[in-house]
């Protein structure tokens, strides 16, 4: 899988580095990349039955959130 915004997720943790639950969200967000960047997913039920919340969009992108505040973002035009 080809992972995007992967520096927008960076700049966060960077700018939030001390911050309370940055340490244990940061570690959470390395396995879940490294998770995705091994998937050898073919279809979207495939990546639904791994990540049943992920959002299948068209043109075979998907998102992958849980936060109110990132559902507030039109991930088709990211």
């Known amino acids: 899988m080809i992972v995007v915004g992967t520096e927008i997720v960076e700049r966060y943790f960077g700018a939030h580095r001390g911050a309370r639950g940055i340490r244990a969200a940061r570690s959470q967000y390395e396995v879940w990349l490294a998770i995705a960047r091994r998937a050898r997913w073919r279809h979207p039920g495939d990546v639904k039955a791994s990540h049943p ?9 998907v998102v992958f959130a849980s936060h109110a505040e990132y559902d507030r973002v039109d991930a088709e035009s990211v």
Do not use: D, E, M, N
């Open 53 to 61: 919340r992920a959002s299948i969009l068209r043109g075979g992108r």
